[in-house]
């Protein structure tokens, strides 16, 4: 691709410093909360109070990690986030896997198998997505109830396919635009019909949509917290709503370095998501996601 | 009863009409051309005729069945595209087995048919490579072989060749012939060069704008077009139209050329007298390049031949010929000699112009007079 | 497809041919793509749009603490319109929305264009750019609110550091508190756009800045002349998720400022939150929630609109 | 059976309270299952709470207090616990002015667990000692002290940012500097002439005042951590509710020796309350209902009163109780209690949802966090709005 | 010192040489084609021209100046490439000037110029629009606008023509060439279309696999290939590559040629006797189809004639000419005859060869013997 600075110049050298130096710059922004949550949550408390933001840890230890996990106070219950950490797996995983299939399927439709008024409806789901969830929590509940899924693991799995629909249609369907529309005709020609035609013939070229989506809606719904705190309840909270309660909950002194550690575990599993398949998100987004 | 019949078809998207009613027939074992300028239809009329898209009215025929309502897998024929259209994530094995496959073929004939159209097509070796591994003449022949591995009735094909490089191009095009001739199938072929046109087709369909402008044998449309249009569209380099006054000549007419500093009166032998009401008046003087050639000594000049001397504007040597541009009727008229003979730019040539092929368009109606 | 016109057949006049009719399931595959888009179809219909009128009605009730349905004309708005939070709240969404929409859009752009020059361990830097988008707005409200605090760090840092008359006091001070919700934003959201902007990129061309180069372009000038512009696709969509997500910001002033110093960092979707769901004026809520809608519309849909509108190049 | 309780006892001795329920509960046979919802004073746990109730699917219990009780009382949710009332005496066990906030329509349908006294100032008589100043016992004398603990280079005021400590401290001045009648006058009836009154301007004058003995990091604070500042002799006072009690017990604070409870000043006589108490929703199980019932009972019994408020801080809702085991500051608190409750100096907070509507109280609290973030604002304008605030319905 | 001087060029990626040392010049106003097949380095070559590309060894000069350093700004070039590479965010206007605008002329002289260039162009109308809003043609020609606005000293043409269709594509040929004659600048000019190579080049290098096959005139390099590969990849349809055994005839050579039932010896009239180690072995016989035409009656036939009787397998129509192939020696040799001659296949044909400029190869070495 294009180089700001051109090769062979005097200005080379000097531009790439730049160019290094400023990265790495920003690199410190984006890395500084980071650092001060895990050296934190690897600090005893008096070493908290004395030292200061950026110290490295005198005497790490994992003390805080394990306290978080397995017996911190997240109201009466003295458990840690262990528990909490699975009921958010156990509802993310199906949420993510159909908001995701459901939006491939819509985005298919939307490019593949078009009709009248079919751009209008995508218009109208785009809007849609505008709309503040805070507005959807009492008459959503009242659907749920009458639906008999209200604070059930389906419920939840209900509401965040619903409100995830709308950005995984639009990841698919700028995706599937490129595909070029000859694919299609061939294999209608060669007798295939709408699902056959879905799952022998687009789908095995979504690849990199499908991460871009599931690296989406896995961080969307792994870090919800509002429809967690209403949609759920009791010991089938998912782990932000623990958290907040673990940080919320203190008996006498506020132990930083377990709040710190407890935000880290609930967030390990995106991070982690990030780091490992970072590199096909932005090739996904190369792929197609980007275009208006 | 044809192999495929289309009549009076038509098409409107959205109340804009882009085939205005279309009647074409077909024996069993033809190749259909349909050629015209780019937007004219061509695609359109082709995915009607698959399936892929409705007719808004007019009734489409496959053999004696009525097919307008059909989906496409139930019209018994195959599609190649100008994209090619190969399914990315399969192999070119699967790629031509999908259709079987999903016909409900069973593995073993289907494995058989395979190996039959990988023969044909000489792609043996590439079976079990994906389509980003091929090179464009062999992503062709690929497309080809799905086509023809499930033996349908009717063929279709959109550009097949338009994405290949000119000497590919012409080597795929014998190929095809050499296929079609060998198969006997029904081939409606969709291109926007002439020479593909006519080297091919058994029947040609000259389009433009949703209307069919001639439709015949290649040979009819090269030497006999009914307008303007198909005279300028088919041919390469076109036929020159150099606009012309009429005169009495004899006891027919003639048509009235300038070129530097001579004036030449071109007898036209090949109108049949259709030109007398055009006395004094222009006409458009159609000739072909190939018909206008340098000079030749022996007495093969006849009634139909006229020579004339004119200045050389530009020369085009494209190997085999020389194309040399001289300027007539304050036009650039393309003249096809031999590259031995051709002189150069600003120097004046003989020339000589066979007659017998000259065509007279109507400059309003751009219709053909004679 | 249009399914009335598939039957309109001119029916042939030497009737030798049979006319095919449509077998049931070439209807039901005619059907097919609608049927596949019902769902999504109602559920958008029902639990988005369903859900507006719902609000809507609300909010011309005097619905208190749980719904109740009676007319009561636009009270609710008069309240609304009446009260100072919420302006303060719509005036922060102005100033909040509109900083973290620039900045990120700048940040990424800058960022992944200087990504873009060949860099030595990309992937890496790059996830240390993305990473923050992982983080759920708690997390990351917990984490700046440390850091910008204050007693506990930077201004401590800086105190420790020996500059002890830096201040950096925005958290506490009333008139700047929304930019801390900024900062922490930024931090969150300009990896994501740098990655749309650097896929952006890797879309463009190679041809047209080599055709800028020998116009004798220089690279900064190839990049604001032709490369940036050529990027609008990218900022039409940047601006879309930005904006969804300023819109949205709940969380994050939730956990970072609580809407504080007293409400000095309220932003409508609080606001909403706290009026229909603490103070029970679920009515004033809807209000609020309709012209929080009605603001999105207005910005968004013309937007939108012209921008789909536009034909697209290559 | 398994009773749902939804509650935001999470900070501080709180949860150790909570706690003490819960086992209270399963001695008796029952499941608790814990609905905890922590943060911003209840606010997420409302929120919960109603979509709870819409979606047809309410808690067993849930933790709602003051004016909203009648609230959901009139929409029918809630269960009637007169059953239980009757055969305890709760009657006889609560004092009037108690026993009215648990009722709807004359049914009981909540169940106290606690007072707690919101006139409290929390000291550190060290700090007081070195910076050589009384403790005062008016508004008049309160700048004098904080003078010299400032200039002694400590705190005066330990104050957390969040709008309702600001109504805390608020209610305590209107108090003390209004009196008792004044503010049940402008802060309970809401009467406009009193509310837009001469007093109401010295009340905001006397808050502004408060304002320059705050630490510039207040924003942001949360309660216990103020608390905390007391505890660890970086601050002198703070106006807390006796909640703050927790925080020094778990700390290991004695007191009358490393702390000191005073009314806040000019509010000795007074006493503002803010009760906690369950309530009950409607359910379709017999045997919840059971479980209700006995949660009911056992939140009445002495047994959790005593243990329950000696974690809290608070003091029994239920009177003539044992209180041997409690600290002077308890002692004092109950003594206070019933005198006030005789006096009819006993009025409820209103920072704490106890005296009017939670829509009223919040546009009130609006002006009044307002005002003491907003160093510009005349007491004169803020007067004016707090009367318009308190119109709000 | 010529206008464009490459010697010794060298490009290598990783390890891999792309080109193999390249030597050419060319003279002020004169026009240089590459042509090669796809990948044999032609746009890297005209990358290190421009300097978009550096040199890896070698040297490159426009006019007096070793420009291996410059950055392209610098050399005075204009390129137009293959997908024409408009600014998509800028009008027809921007995009003429905004070389201009960068190399500070003036707003009224910038004016000026895309005024001018559109009207040599025929663009004037279009100035107005983004390039979405063109065909293919058009944008065609505002890439060459934008180029011909700078006046540089040096023109690049990456495949120009490429993306346009058949008909278009003719047009833009002669055009390109009318504008060159008329502007007289020096232009490199890449395709792999010989047509184009051979009607617009004044020099012509063949590439092949990062080496230059054959530098000449198109005339040298149509009637006197260097090399088999040469040979076949100029001209079309390609020339015939009969393998043909030498037999001694008379004072000189011949080749034995079997079609049908019948077996001839044509006598090796061009090869000067250069046949003679080869006698009894087999070489390439090189002739191209327009000098295989239909028996004409009258004197014209020399020594360098021959005539054969062929039975036709093929005929492929093209309108002016008619291909017809015969199998010659087990391969299928194409002839360009008259329309009006052909005979249908399966039938047979008196054809001419005109031995003249026929060619002869080593089948081992692949280099011309003759
Ligand atoms: N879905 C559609 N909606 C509206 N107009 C359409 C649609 N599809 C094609 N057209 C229009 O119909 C006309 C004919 O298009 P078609 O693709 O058949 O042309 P074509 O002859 O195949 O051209 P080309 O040679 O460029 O492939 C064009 O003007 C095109 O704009
Ligand atoms: N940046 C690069 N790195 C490595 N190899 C390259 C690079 N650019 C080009 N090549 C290789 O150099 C060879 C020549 O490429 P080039 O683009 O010059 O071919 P070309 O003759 O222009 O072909 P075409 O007719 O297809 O345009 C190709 O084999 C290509 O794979
Ligand atoms: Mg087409
Ligand atoms: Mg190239």
């Given at each position: 691709?294009?180089?700001?600075?051109?090769?062979?110049?005097?200005g080379h050298?000097i531009g790439?410093v730049?160019?290094?130096?400023?990265?790495v710059?920003?690199?410190?922004?984006y890395?500084?909360?980071?650092?001060?949550?895990v050296?934190?949550?690897?600090k005893?408390l008096?070493?908290i109070r004395?030292?200061?933001l950026?110290s490295?840890?005198?005497?790490?230890?994992l003390?805080?990690?394990?306290k978080?996990?397995?017996?911190?106070c997240?109201?009466?219950q003295?458990?840690?986030l262990?528990?909490?950490?699975?009921?958010s797996?156990?509802f993310v995983?199906?949420?993510?896997?159909?908001?995701?299939?459901?939006?491939?399927?819509?985005?298919?439709v939307?490019?593949?198998w078009?009709?009248?008024?079919?751009?209008l409806?995508?218009?109208?789901l785009?809007?849609?997505?505008?709309?503040?969830f805070?507005?959807?929590?009492?008459?959503?509940?009242?659907?749920?109830g009458?639906m008999?899924?209200a604070?059930?693991?389906?419920?939840l799995?209900?509401?965040h396919?619903?409100?995830?629909?709308a950005?995984t249609?639009?990841f698919?369907?700028?995706?599937?635009?490129?595909?070029?529309d000859?694919?299609v005709?061939?294999?209608k020609i060669?007798?295939?019909?709408?699902?056959?035609?879905?799952?022998r013939?687009?789908?095995?070229?979504?690849?990199?949509?499908?991460?871009?989506?599931?690296?989406?809606?896995?961080?969307q719904?792994?870090?919800?917290f509002l429809?967690?705190?209403?949609?759920?309840s009791?010991?089938?909270?998912?782990?932000?709503?623990?958290?907040?309660?673990?940080?919320?909950?203190?008996?006498?002194v506020?132990?930083?370095?377990?709040?710190?550690?407890?935000?880290?575990?609930a967030?390990?599993p995106t991070?982690?998501?990030?780091?490992?398949?970072?590199k096909y998100f932005v090739?996904?987004?190369?792929?197609g996601?980007?275009?208006g | 009863?044809?192999?495929?019949?289309?009549?009076d078809?038509r098409k409107?998207?959205q109340?804009?009409?882009?085939?205005?009613?279309?009647?074409?027939?077909?024996?069993?074992?033809?190749?259909?051309?349909?050629?015209?300028p780019?937007?004219?239809?061509?695609?359109t009329?082709?995915?009607m005729i698959?399936?892929?898209?409705?007719?808004?009215?007019?009734?489409i025929r496959?053999?004696?069945?009525?097919?307008?309502?059909l989906?496409?897998?139930?019209?018994?024929?195959?599609?190649?595209?100008?994209?090619?259209?190969l399914?990315?994530?399969?192999?070119?094995r699967?790629?031509?087995s999908?259709?079987?496959e999903?016909?409900k073929?069973?593995?073993?004939?289907?494995?058989?048919?395979?190996e039959?159209?990988?023969?044909?097509?000489?792609?043996?070796?590439?079976?079990?490579?994906?389509?980003?591994?091929?090179?464009g003449?062999?992503?062709?022949r690929?497309?080809?072989g799905?086509?023809?591995?499930?033996?349908?009735?009717?063929?279709l094909?959109?550009e097949?060749?338009?994405n290949l490089?000119?000497?590919?191009r012409?080597?795929?095009?014998?190929?095809?012939k050499?296929?079609?001739?060998?198969?006997?199938?029904?081939i409606?072929y969709?291109?926007?060069d002439q020479i593909?046109?006519m080297?091919?087709?058994?029947?040609?369909?000259?389009?433009k704008?949703?209307?069919v402008?001639?439709?015949g044998?290649?040979?009819?449309i090269?030497?006999?077009?009914?307008?303007?249009?198909v005279?300028?569209?088919?041919g390469s380099?076109?036929?020159?139209?150099?606009?012309?006054?009429?005169?009495?000549?004899?006891?027919?007419?003639?048509?009235?050329?300038?070129?530097?500093?001579?004036?030449?009166?071109?007898?036209a032998?090949?109108?049949?007298g259709?030109l007398k009401?055009?006395?004094g008046?222009?006409v458009?003087?159609?000739?072909?390049?190939?018909?206008i050639?340098?000079?030749v000594?022996s007495?093969?000049?006849?009634?139909?031949?006229a020579?004339a001397?004119m200045?050389?504007?530009?020369?085009?040597?494209?190997g085999?010929?020389?194309?040399?541009?001289?300027?007539?009727?304050g036009?650039?008229?393309?003249?096809?000699?031999?590259?031995a003979h051709?002189?150069?730019?600003g120097?004046?040539m003989?020339?000589m112009?066979d007659?017998?092929?000259?065509?007279?368009?109507?400059?309003?109606?751009?219709?053909r007079i004679? | 497809?249009?399914?009335?016109?598939?039957?309109?057949?001119?029916?042939?006049g030497?009737g030798?041919?049979a006319?095919a009719?449509?077998r049931?399931?070439?209807?039901?595959d005619a059907?097919?793509?609608?049927?596949?888009l019902?769902p999504?179809?109602v559920?958008?219909?029902v639990?988005i749009?369903?859900?507006i009128?719902?609000?809507a009605v609300?909010?011309?009730?005097?619905?208190?603490?749980?719904p109740k349905?009676?007319?009561?004309?636009?009270?609710?708005?008069?309240?609304?319109?009446?009260?100072?939070?919420?302006?303060?709240?719509?005036k922060?969404?102005?100033?909040f929305?509109?900083?973290?929409?620039?900045?990120?859009?700048?940040v990424?752009?800058?960022?992944?264009i200087?990504l873009?020059q060949?860099?030595?361990?990309e992937g890496?830097?790059r996830s240390i750019y993305l990473?923050p988008?992982a983080?759920?707005?708690?997390?990351?409200?917990t984490?700046?609110?440390?850091?910008?605090?204050?007693?506990?760090?930077?201004e401590?840092l800086?105190h420790d550091?020996?500059?002890?008359?830096a201040?950096f006091?925005?958290?506490?001070?009333?008139?700047?508190?929304?930019y801390?919700?900024?900062?922490?934003?930024?931090?969150?959201?300009?990896?994501?756009v740098?990655?749309?902007?650097?896929a952006?990129?890797r879309?463009?061309?190679?041809?047209i800045i080599?055709?800028?180069?020998?116009?004798?372009a220089?690279?900064?000038?190839?990049?604001?002349r032709?490369?940036?512009?050529?990027l609008r696709?990218?900022?039409f969509?940047s601006?879309?998720i930005?904006?969804?997500?300023?819109?949205?910001?709940f969380?994050?002033?939730?956990?970072?400022?609580?809407?504080?110093p007293g409400?000095?960092?309220?932003?409508?979707?609080t606001?909403?939150y706290s009026?229909?769901?603490?103070?029970?004026?679920?009515g004033?809520?809807?209000?609020?929630?309709?012209?929080?809608?009605?603001?999105?519309?207005?910005v968004?849909v013309?937007?939108?609109?012209?921008?789909?509108?536009?034909?697209?190049?290559? | 059976?398994e009773?749902?309780?939804?509650?935001?006892?999470?900070?501080?001795?709180?949860?150790?309270?909570?706690a003490?329920?819960?086992k209270?509960?399963e001695?008796?046979?029952?499941?608790?299952?814990d609905?905890?919802?922590a943060?911003?004073?209840?606010?997420n746990?409302?929120?919960?709470?109603?979509?709870?109730?819409?979606?047809?699917?309410?808690?067993?219990?849930?933790?709602?207090?003051?004016?909203?009780?009648g609230?959901?009382?009139a929409?029918?949710?809630?269960?009637n616990?007169d059953?239980?009332?009757?055969?305890?005496?709760w009657?006889?066990?609560?004092?009037?002015?108690?026993?009215?906030?648990?009722?709807?329509?004359?049914?009981y349908?909540?169940?106290?667990?606690?007072?707690?006294?919101?006139?409290w100032m929390?000291v550190n008589?060290?700090?007081?000692?070195?910076?050589?100043?009384?403790?005062p016992?008016?508004?008049?004398?309160?700048?004098?002290?904080?003078?010299?603990?400032?200039?002694?280079?400590?705190v005066?005021?330990?104050?957390?940012?969040?709008?309702?400590?600001?109504f805390?401290?608020?209610?305590s001045?209107?108090?003390?500097?209004g009196?008792?009648?004044?503010y049940r006058k402008?802060?309970?009836?809401?009467d406009?002439a009193?509310?837009?009154?001469?007093?109401?301007?010295?009340?905001?004058?006397?808050?502004?005042?408060?304002?320059?003995y705050?630490d510039?990091d207040?924003?942001?604070?949360?309660?216990?951590?103020?608390t905390g500042?007391?505890?660890?002799g970086?601050?002198?006072m703070?106006?807390?509710?006796?909640w703050?009690?927790?925080e020094?017990s778990?700390?290991?604070?004695?007191?009358?020796?490393?702390?000191?409870?005073?009314a806040?000043?000019?509010?000795?006589?007074?006493?503002t309350?803010?009760?906690?108490?369950?309530?009950?929703f409607?359910?379709?199980?017999?045997?919840?209902?059971k479980?209700?019932?006995?949660?009911?009972?056992?939140?009445?019994?002495?047994?959790?009163q005593?243990?329950?408020?000696?974690?809290?801080?608070?003091?029994?809702?239920?009177?003539?109780?044992?209180l041997d085991?409690?600290?002077?500051c308890?002692?004092l608190?109950a003594?206070?209690f019933e005198?006030a409750?005789k006096?009819?100096?006993?009025?409820?907070s209103?920072?704490?949802?106890?005296?009017?509507?939670?829509?009223?109280?919040?546009?009130?609290?609006?002006?009044v966090?307002?005002?003491?973030?907003s160093?510009s604002?005349?007491?004169?304008?803020?007067?004016?709005?707090?009367?318009?605030a308190?119109?709000?319905?």
């Amino acid at each position: 691709m294009a180089e700001l600075f051109q090769t062979r110049n005097t200005g080379h050298t000097i531009g790439r410093v730049i160019v290094y130096g400023l990265l790495v710059l920003v690199c410190f922004y984006y890395l500084m909360p980071l650092f001060v949550m895990v050296t934190t949550s690897l600090k005893s408390l008096d070493e908290i109070r004395a030292g200061n933001l950026l110290s490295l840890p005198q005497d790490p230890n994992l003390d805080a990690w394990g306290k978080a996990w397995s017996s911190a106070c997240t109201g009466v219950q003295c458990e840690g986030l262990a528990g909490f950490f699975w009921n958010s797996v156990s509802f993310v995983v199906p949420a993510v896997l159909i908001s995701t299939l459901i939006g491939a399927v819509n985005g298919y439709v939307l490019t593949m198998w078009r009709f009248r008024g079919s751009d209008l409806l995508f218009g109208l789901l785009m809007i849609g997505c505008f709309i503040p969830f805070q507005v959807v929590l009492l008459p959503m509940a009242r659907t749920l109830g009458a639906m008999g899924i209200a604070n059930s693991t389906a419920g939840l799995v209900f509401v965040h396919v619903v409100y995830g629909l709308a950005f995984t249609t639009l990841f698919f369907r700028n995706y599937y635009v490129t595909i070029p529309d000859e694919l299609v005709k061939a294999a209608k020609i060669d007798g295939a019909g709408f699902w056959l035609i879905f799952r022998r013939i687009i789908l095995p070229l979504s690849a990199p949509i499908i991460v871009v989506s599931i690296i989406w809606q896995f961080t969307q719904v792994w870090n919800d917290f509002l429809f967690g705190v209403v949609f759920s309840s009791g010991e089938r909270q998912p782990i932000t709503v623990a958290l907040n309660n673990l940080v919320n909950t203190s008996t006498g002194v506020k132990e930083y370095n377990v709040d710190m550690a407890a935000a880290i575990i609930a967030a390990l599993p995106t991070l982690f998501v990030y780091v490992v398949a970072g590199k096909y998100f932005v090739r996904g987004l190369t792929a197609g996601a980007v275009k208006g | 009863m044809g192999a495929l019949s289309i009549r009076d078809v038509r098409k409107s998207y959205q109340g804009t009409e882009i085939l205005k009613g279309i009647n074409l027939e077909i024996e069993k074992g033809e190749l259909l051309i349909l050629v015209g300028p780019s937007g004219c239809g061509k695609s359109t009329l082709l995915s009607m005729i698959a399936g892929l898209d409705t007719v808004t009215s007019g009734e489409i025929r496959i053999g004696d069945r009525v097919v307008n309502n059909l989906s496409p897998k139930d019209r018994d024929i195959a599609m190649v595209f100008q994209s090619y259209a190969l399914y990315p994530s399969m192999t070119v094995r699967e790629n031509i087995s999908f259709g079987l496959e999903i016909r409900k073929v069973g593995k073993a004939e289907q494995q058989k048919i395979v190996e039959r159209v990988a023969h044909t097509l000489q792609i043996g070796h590439l079976l079990d490579r994906k389509p980003s591994q091929l090179s464009g003449g062999q992503r062709q022949r690929v497309a080809m072989g799905r086509a023809i591995a499930r033996d349908p009735s009717l063929f279709l094909f959109d550009e097949p060749l338009s994405n290949l490089d000119a000497k590919l191009r012409v080597e795929m095009r014998v190929e095809i012939k050499q296929l079609h001739q060998r198969m006997g199938t029904t081939i409606v072929y969709v291109t926007h060069d002439q020479i593909e046109a006519m080297t091919l087709g058994d029947k040609i369909a000259v389009m433009k704008a949703g209307e069919v402008q001639q439709f015949g044998t290649p040979q009819q449309i090269y030497d006999n077009p009914a307008n303007l249009f198909v005279a300028g569209f088919m041919g390469s380099p076109s036929m020159n139209f150099i606009p012309a006054r009429v005169e009495a000549m004899g006891s027919g007419h003639g048509v009235r050329l300038e070129s530097g500093a001579n004036t030449y009166v071109f007898p036209a032998v090949s109108a049949n007298g259709k030109l007398k009401s055009w006395e004094g008046k222009e006409v458009v003087f159609g000739i072909r390049p190939e018909q206008i050639t340098h000079k030749v000594e022996s007495g093969l000049v006849g009634e139909h031949m006229a020579t004339a001397t004119m200045p050389i504007s530009l020369t085009e040597p494209t190997g085999p010929d020389t194309l040399v541009l001289v300027p007539v009727n304050g036009r650039e008229v393309t003249c096809r000699v031999h590259p031995a003979h051709a002189r150069a730019p600003g120097e004046n040539m003989d020339l000589m112009f066979d007659l017998s092929k000259a065509v007279y368009f109507d400059p309003a109606s751009e219709l053909r007079i004679a | 497809m249009d399914l009335t016109a598939q039957r309109v057949t001119l029916t042939g006049g030497d009737g030798a041919g049979a006319e095919a009719k449509p077998r049931l399931a070439d209807r039901i595959d005619a059907w097919l793509p609608k049927i596949v888009l019902a769902p999504t179809f109602v559920c958008a219909l029902v639990f988005i749009y369903g859900y507006i009128l719902w609000t809507a009605v609300l909010s011309v009730t005097p619905s208190r603490m749980l719904p109740k349905y009676e007319f009561a004309g636009l009270v609710q708005y008069e309240a609304l319109f009446a009260n100072e939070r919420w302006w303060l709240a719509l005036k922060n969404l102005a100033l909040f929305g509109g900083t973290f929409v620039l900045v990120c859009l700048a940040v990424g752009l800058l960022l992944a264009i200087l990504l873009d020059q060949k860099i030595r361990g990309e992937g890496f830097i790059r996830s240390i750019y993305l990473y923050p988008m992982a983080l759920s707005f708690i997390v990351t409200g917990t984490a700046w609110r440390w850091i910008l605090n204050p007693e506990l760090g930077i201004e401590r840092l800086l105190h420790d550091w020996g500059f002890e008359n830096a201040r950096f006091d925005w958290l506490i001070d009333p008139e700047m508190s929304i930019y801390t919700v900024v900062v922490a934003a930024v931090w969150q959201s300009s990896g994501f756009v740098m990655a749309l902007f650097l896929a952006g990129l890797r879309g463009i061309d190679d041809s047209i800045i080599k055709a800028a180069q020998v116009d004798g372009a220089s690279m900064p000038t190839i990049y604001r002349r032709i490369i940036i512009p050529s990027l609008r696709p990218v900022f039409f969509s940047s601006f879309m998720i930005l904006t969804h997500i300023a819109v949205k910001s709940f969380d994050l002033v939730m956990a970072l400022t609580n809407g504080g110093p007293g409400f000095a960092s309220d932003v409508p979707a609080t606001f909403m939150y706290s009026f229909a769901f603490t103070r029970n004026q679920i009515g004033l809520g809807a209000a609020s929630a309709m012209m929080m809608l009605m603001i999105v519309v207005a910005v968004i849909v013309p937007f939108m609109y012209s921008e789909l509108r536009r034909p697209r190049h290559g | 059976a398994e009773l749902e309780v939804l509650h935001w006892w999470t900070a501080g001795g709180e949860a150790k309270s909570a706690a003490e329920l819960k086992k209270i509960l399963e001695s008796k046979g029952h499941k608790w299952k814990d609905f905890a919802v922590a943060g911003g004073g209840g606010e997420n746990a409302m929120t919960v709470l109603k979509s709870r109730v819409v979606s047809g699917n309410p808690p067993a219990a849930a933790q709602i207090k003051g004016p909203s009780i009648g609230e959901w009382g009139a929409e029918g949710v809630l269960s009637n616990l007169d059953a239980v009332a009757k055969a305890g005496g709760w009657d006889g066990l609560l004092p009037p002015v108690v026993a009215k906030v648990m009722k709807h329509d004359g049914h009981y349908v909540a169940v106290p667990v606690n007072v707690h006294r919101v006139n409290w100032m929390w000291v550190n008589p060290e700090v007081f000692k070195k910076a050589g100043a009384e403790i005062p016992k008016t508004w008049d004398e309160f700048p004098v002290a904080a003078e010299k603990i400032q200039k002694a280079g400590f705190v005066p005021v330990a104050h957390g940012g969040q709008p309702w400590q600001d109504f805390t401290v608020f209610e305590s001045i209107a108090l003390g500097v209004g009196g008792t009648d004044f503010y049940r006058k402008a802060l309970v009836e809401l009467d406009q002439a009193t509310l837009k009154g001469p007093a109401m301007e010295k009340v905001f004058t006397t808050f502004a005042s408060v304002r320059k003995y705050v630490d510039k990091d207040s924003s942001n604070r949360v309660w216990n951590q103020a608390t905390g500042m007391i505890i660890n002799g970086k601050a002198a006072m703070q106006f807390m509710g006796d909640w703050a009690k927790g925080e020094f017990s778990s700390a290991g604070k004695v007191p009358g020796k490393d702390y000191v409870c005073v009314a806040a000043p000019g509010s000795a006589e007074a006493f503002t309350f803010n009760i906690d108490s369950l309530v009950m929703f409607e359910q379709s199980s017999g045997d919840v209902r059971k479980g209700q019932q006995d949660l009911a009972n056992a939140v009445m019994s002495p047994a959790f009163q005593e243990v329950f408020n000696l974690n809290k801080g608070s003091i029994p809702a239920r009177m003539n109780m044992n209180l041997d085991k409690f600290d002077d500051c308890a002692k004092l608190s109950a003594r206070d209690f019933e005198a006030a409750s005789k006096r009819g100096t006993l009025v409820p907070s209103i920072a704490h949802q106890m005296a009017v509507s939670a829509a009223t109280a919040g546009a009130m609290q609006d002006v009044v966090t307002q005002f003491f973030n907003s160093p510009s604002m005349k007491p004169k304008d803020a007067v004016e709005k707090l009367a318009r605030a308190a119109l709000t319905k």
